[in-house]
């Protein structure tokens, strides 16, 4: 799909571990982009209680999916932005696959980070009480899996999510 001037729409595919800033990153490029949307992931994960199971994922993967498609069809926006987690190759291969992404520039992102820069970001949100105590081992785990992904790597580790979103919006 193409703006109302011609031009292509911007996809912005952003992943990164859990307590990278993808979300306050995200929420500044919405902000700071005119005709823009976001959509996080995880929104589509918000359930009591949390159960993974394949009939869930499925579904999460179809809304994730419709969702998309259908901001990408919208012709209210130009810049479309979605995070999630992401850390794996198949699940942004079939994201991708199943949108209809003609006259869109799609920028795969994923957001890294130091081992020590993730964990004291999470041992902030642990000690508000925004995070559990066992998201710090599950997400410095996957640090590593980014690195095999094809995506253009943003290192966040030592840069304000202010700066994090100007560079996407200006160099991706």
Same mark, same amino acid.
């Given at each position: 799909?193409?703006?109302?001037?011609?031009?292509?729409?911007?996809?912005?595919?952003?992943?990164?571990?859990?307590?990278?800033?993808?979300?306050?990153?995200?929420?500044?490029?919405?902000?700071?982009?005119?005709?823009?949307?976001?959509?996080?992931?995880?929104?589509?994960?918000?359930? /009591?209680?949390?159960?993974?199971?394949?009939?869930?994922?499925?579904?999460? =993967? *179809?809304? #994730?999916?419709?969702? $998309? %498609?259908?901001?990408?069809?919208?012709?209210?926006?130009? /810049?479309?932005?979605?995070?999630?987690?992401?850390?794996?190759?198949?699940? =942004? *291969?079939? #994201?991708?696959?199943? $949108? %209809?992404?003609?006259?869109?520039?799609?920028?795969?992102?994923?957001?890294?980070?130091?081992?020590?820069?993730?964990?004291?970001?999470?041992?902030?949100?642990?000690?508000?009480?925004?995070?559990?105590?066992?998201?710090?081992?599950?997400?410095?785990?996957?640090?590593?899996?980014?690195?095999?992904?094809?995506?253009?790597?943003?290192?966040?580790?030592?840069?304000?999510?202010?700066?994090?979103?100007?560079?996407?919006?200006?160099?991706?």
């Amino acid at each position: 799909m193409f703006d109302a001037e011609g031009e292509l729409k911007q996809f912005y595919l952003i992943g990164g571990t859990m307590g990278v800033g993808k979300t306050a990153i995200c929420n500044l490029i919405k902000a700071r982009m005119d005709k823009s949307v976001f959509l996080d992931g995880d929104w589509c994960w918000n359930m /009591n209680p949390f159960v993974v199971t394949d009939e869930t994922k499925k579904m999460v =993967i *179809d809304n #994730i999916c419709y969702l $998309l %498609d259908n901001f990408i069809k919208c012709s209210a926006y130009d /810049n479309i932005v979605f995070c999630w987690v992401l850390h794996e190759q198949p699940i =942004i *291969d079939e #994201i991708l696959s199943r $949108l %209809d992404l003609t006259g869109c520039r799609v920028h795969k992102i994923s957001l890294v980070c130091s081992p020590d820069s993730l964990e004291k970001r999470l041992k902030k949100d642990v000690a508000a009480g925004i995070r559990k105590e066992d998201v710090i081992e599950r997400s410095l785990k996957r640090i590593p899996l980014y690195k095999k992904l094809d995506t253009n790597k943003l290192d966040v580790s030592e840069i304000t999510i202010e700066e994090a979103a100007d560079k996407i919006i200006k160099d991706y």
